[in-house]
């Protein structure tokens, strides 16, 4: 079964399910009498535990009264058939290509909006910690390497930072800056690459004191692409969104989520604070 943000989408589209029966006057035994299922049928597909078919939103529908609204909750069920990717399946195509696969999306897109809560986004990352972070893929995964031509990809991406027309807005949260990857050495450049990549003016980037007071809190990182497409990453998949109102959702919580932030000069503190905390750095 899906997880995260997909079965948060499957369970929405039920609630839609269950708004329309209710619309229509029907119980859960009532409708699923009327469609020739079993009682349990109708709570499943209601509370997201089981996907619904084609044929079934078509007969809820038919069934309630709805017949004009068929069409979006046939539309809302593909979005989310194809949110749920294995990454394992897409790696093994090779690191390289997958790192390649991500470069129309980055080109097309004119505003990027970038939520981590771990890890820094891979656009603001030196090749060092970039290399880091690939070769822990490449091992937890079991890969074959072609680690140095994915990380070659990755960094060629970085140029998208300086191409006219496009905006980033990038919120880390403190943790970020803390995060151990590599040694030392790489955490200090990392972190000084931070501090030069703010200067740049189609850059922003606001950090998340981990003391502060909050004005929204989430589970996980993601990205917003434009107004149309949200890309979440978990151990095991990469979640695609591209439901107007789910979209939507991610873009009101990256708004809530940059009222926490510390931005300017008071980023640039925390920044310089956990060089600080650096051995020998």
Not at 85 to 92: D, T
Not at 198 to 204: E, F, R
Request: hydrophobic share 40%; with cysteine.
């Amino acid at each position: 079964m899906a997880s995260g943000p997909a079965q948060q989408a499957r369970e929405t589209l039920g609630g839609r399910l269950r708004d329309i029966r209710l619309e229509a006057g029907l119980n859960g035994r009532a409708l699923a009498r009327l469609a020739g299922w079993h009682h349990t049928k109708v709570s499943k597909l209601e509370h997201g535990t089981r996907p619904p078919s084609r044929e079934d939103i078509r007969t809820w529908c038919l069934l309630c009264g709805a017949e004009d609204q068929a069409s979006e909750l046939l539309a809302a069920a593909r979005t989310i058939d194809a949110m749920y990717s294995e990454w394992r399946r897409q790696m093994r195509a090779g690191m390289k290509h997958f790192q390649g696969g991500y470069v129309p999306l980055y080109e097309r897109t004119r505003l990027f909006r970038v939520y981590e809560t771990t890890v820094f986004p891979g656009l603001l990352t030196t090749t060092a910690y970039s290399s880091a972070i690939l070769r822990f893929h490449v091992e937890f995964f079991g890969l074959d390497s072609g680690l140095d031509d994915a990380v070659a990809v990755r960094m060629d991406r970085q140029r998208t930072l300086y191409q006219a027309g496009k905006r980033f807005l990038f919120l880390i949260e403190e943790q970020v800056l803390m995060t151990r990857v590599g040694d030392e050495a790489v955490m200090t450049e990392q972190l000084g690459r931070l501090l030069e990549l703010m200067t740049l003016p189609a850059v922003s980037l606001g950090v998340i004191p981990a003391t502060g007071q909050r004005s929204s809190f989430t589970q996980g990182s993601f990205w917003i692409f434009d107004d149309s497409r949200v890309q979440i990453e978990t151990v095991s998949a990469g979640l695609d969104i591209s439901q107007p109102g789910e979209v939507a959702l991610y873009m009101h919580a990256f708004e809530w989520l940059s009222r926490s932030a510390s931005y300017g000069k008071d980023a640039r503190a925390l920044i310089r604070r956990a060089l600080a905390e650096l051995p020998d750095s």
